[in-house]
């Protein structure tokens, strides 16, 4: 199991492939391929946008985990 293996997830669970995935972003399939690797190769661009594509948060994309807000109020 890889760090990042959670884009790759998502992206699987949303039933997308790399092409659709970079087409959506604007580039090309081997770039996506590389983000999905490595997803600290994305700009935050490409980074706000995968999350849109996929309907996921930030930290579950690219940390791998859900984040939940408390409050001590």
């Known amino acids: 199991m ?3 293996e959670s884009l790759r997830a998502a ?3 949303a039933g ?3 092409q659709y995935m970079a ?3 604007g580039i090309s399939r081997p770039t996506y391929v590389k983000i999905e690797e ?3 190769q994305a700009s935050v661009l490409q980074a706000k946008r995968i999350c849109e ?3 996921r948060s ?4 690219f940390f791998g985990h859900s984040v939940s ?3 001590d109020n």
């Open 2 to 4: 890889t760090k990042y």
């Open 11 to 13: 992206r699987e669970d």
């Open 16 to 18: 997308f492939t790399q």
């Open 23 to 25: 087409d959506e972003l």
């Open 38 to 40: 490595d997803p600290t």
């Open 53 to 55: 594509i996929l309907s």
């Open 58 to 61: 930030y930290e579950h994309i």
């Open 69 to 71: 807000l408390t409050s």
